[in-house]
C-alpha cells in the first residue's frame, strides 16, 4: 500500500476527490442494502471533520456508458444525508458545469455525490481526457472504493496520473492491510475455506493458497468438479467438466505440500433447486443419488470442517457451502458462519454470499475484517496486482 493515507494530508479548505464504491441495490428508488455507503463514513466524516469540500464519485451498475435514470446515484446522496446528518449536493452529472456549480455550492466542509460515472463511456475505457476532467475537479484525489480497485479506469487507475496528491482512504487502507497480512505472515494454523458454484470464479485463489495455507476446506457446488475428477458419482449436481484435469492438479499440487485438503464426505441432495423439495442426505459416493443434485454439505462434513476451522489462529472464507438462501440448505453455510466468528485470531470473510451468511447466523460482529470487495478480494487473494492499488504506490 502508498505510504501515506488519508490522514496524513493537510485536507482544511481543500477540494477532495474521494472514489467510493456506492455500487449499491436499489429497488424501486429505495436502497435495500447500504453496507457498502456505511463503509465509506469513516473516510467521508475525517475530510467533513477537517473542513475540506468532499467530491465523491462512483459508478452504479452497467448503464453502457449513457445516462440511464434506473442507475442513477440520486438514491445513495438521500441515504449518505440520512448517515451524515447533513445536507449532501447532488450533482447532475460527474464532469463539466453541472459537476462544478455542485462542488461550488457544496463549499467548504460540505459533501457533493457526482452522478454515474459509467454514464459516459469513458470512464470504463480509461480515456485520459475524462480523467483530466475528473482530476480537475478537486486538488487531492482519494481512493476508498476497494471493491472497484481491480478495474483500471479512468476514476480508478486514470486519474492518479493528473493529480499531485493521490492516497488511499481509510477503508481501502484497511482492506489492503487485512487481505495483505494474511497472505504474507498469517498466524498458523492458516485454513481457507472455499465455496460458491464454480471452480473458474475462484481458480487463482485456490491455486495461490494453496502454496500458502495449511488447510483448504472445500464446498458448495464447486466441490462436485473436484469430487467428479476422483471419480465419484455426483449425479446432476454442478461439474466444470473443462476443469477436471486442473482439479486434479491442483489436489495433487496440495498433497505434495503436505496440506490438509477437504472435500465433503456426505451432502444434501434434492430432485430439484427449490423450497420444498424432498431431501436426502447421502455419503458422498453413493450411488443412491441418481439423478438428484448436492446442494448442502452434509454433517458429517460439518463435524470435520468445524473442528478444522476450530484449531485454526487465521482463517479466509469466501463462498457458501450451499444454496443457503433455501433453509433447507443453509445448515452447512451457517455452521461454517458460526465456527469462523467463533476463531481467536484473525478472521477475514469476502464476498456478498458469505457476507450475508454471516449475517443470517447473526455473527457479523465476531468477524475480525468483512470485505466490501468481491472481485477485487478474489483478485487480490488469487495473487493479481490491483492496479487502482498500484496507481496509488506509483
Not at 470435520?304 to 472464507?317: H, L
Request: aromatic share 4%.
Amino acid at each position: 500500500m502508498a505510504a501515506r493515507t488519508v490522514t496524513d494530508l493537510e485536507v482544511a479548505g481543500r477540494r477532495v476527490f474521494v472514489r467510493v464504491d456506492f455500487n449499491v441495490p436499489i429497488k424501486n428508488g429505495a436502497i435495500t442494502d447500504d453496507t457498502r455507503i456505511r463503509a465509506s463514513l469513516p473516510t467521508i466524516t475525517h475530510l467533513l471533520d477537517r473542513d475540506a469540500t468532499v467530491i465523491l464519485a462512483s459508478h452504479l451498475g452497467r448503464p453502457k456508458g449513457k445516462p440511464n435514470p434506473e442507475f442513477s446515484l440520486r438514491p445513495a446522496a438521500g441515504r449518505l444525508a440520512q448517515l451524515l446528518g447533513r445536507p449532501v449536493q447532488f450533482a447532475e452529472d460527474c464532469v463539466g458545469e453541472k459537476a462544478r456549480a455542485a462542488i461550488e455550492a457544496a463549499g467548504p466542509g460540505g459533501v457533493v455525490l457526482l452522478e454515474n460515472l459509467r454514464f459516459h463511456a469513458e470512464e470504463e475505457k480509461n480515456d485520459p481526457a475524462f480523467a483530466q476532467q475528473l482530476a480537475e475537479l478537486a486538488d487531492i484525489y482519494v481512493n476508498d472504493a476497494f471493491g472497484s480497485a481491480h478495474r483500471a479506469h479512468a476514476s480508478t487507475e486514470g486519474i492518479v496520473r493528473h493529480v499531485k496528491q493521490a492516497v488511499p482512504g481509510l477503508l481501502m487502507a484497511k482492506e489492503v492491510e487485512y487481505l495483505g497480512r494474511i497472505l504474507e505472515s498469517p498466524d498458523r494454523p492458516f485454513v481457507a475455506v472455499l465455496g460458491g458454484a464454480k471452480v473458474s470464479d475462484k481458480l487463482e485463489v485456490i491455486e495461490n493458497l494453496v502454496a500458502k495455507v495449511d488447510a483448504l476446506l472445500i464446498g458448495g457446488a464447486m466441490a462436485y468438479t473436484f469430487l467428479k475428477a476422483r471419480g465419484v458419482p455426483v449425479g446432476r449436481s454442478l461439474v466444470e467438466e473443462d476443469l477436471l484435469d486442473t482439479a486434479r492438479d491442483l489436489e495433487r499440487r496440495a498433497s505434495d505440500r503436505g496440506l490438509r485438503f477437504e472435500l465433503p464426505v456426505d451432502h444434501v441432495v434434492a430432485p430439484i433447486l427449490e423450497a420444498g423439495a424432498s431431501t436426502e442426505t447421502l455419503e458422498v459416493g453413493d450411488g443412491a443419488i441418481g439423478n438428484r443434485m448436492g446442494l448442502d454439505i452434509g454433517p458429517k462434513t460439518i463435524d470435520t470442517y468445524r473442528a478444522v476451522i476450530r484449531a485454526a489462529k487465521t482463517v479466509v472464507w469466501n463462498g457458501p457451502m450451499g444454496v443457503f438462501e433455501i433453509d433447507a440448505f443453509a445448515n452447512g453455510t451457517i455452521a461454517v458462519a458460526r465456527a469462523v466468528a467463533a476463531v481467536e485470531g484473525p478472521t477475514v470473510i469476502g464476498g456478498g454470499d458469505s457476507i450475508a451468511a454471516v449475517a443470517k447466523a447473526g455473527v457479523t460482529d465476531k468477524i475480525t475484517h468483512i470485505s466490501t470487495g468481491g472481485g477485487a478480494s478474489l483478485e487480490f487473494l488469487g495473487g493479481r496486482t490491483l492496479p487502482g492499488v498500484a496507481a496509488l504506490k506509483q
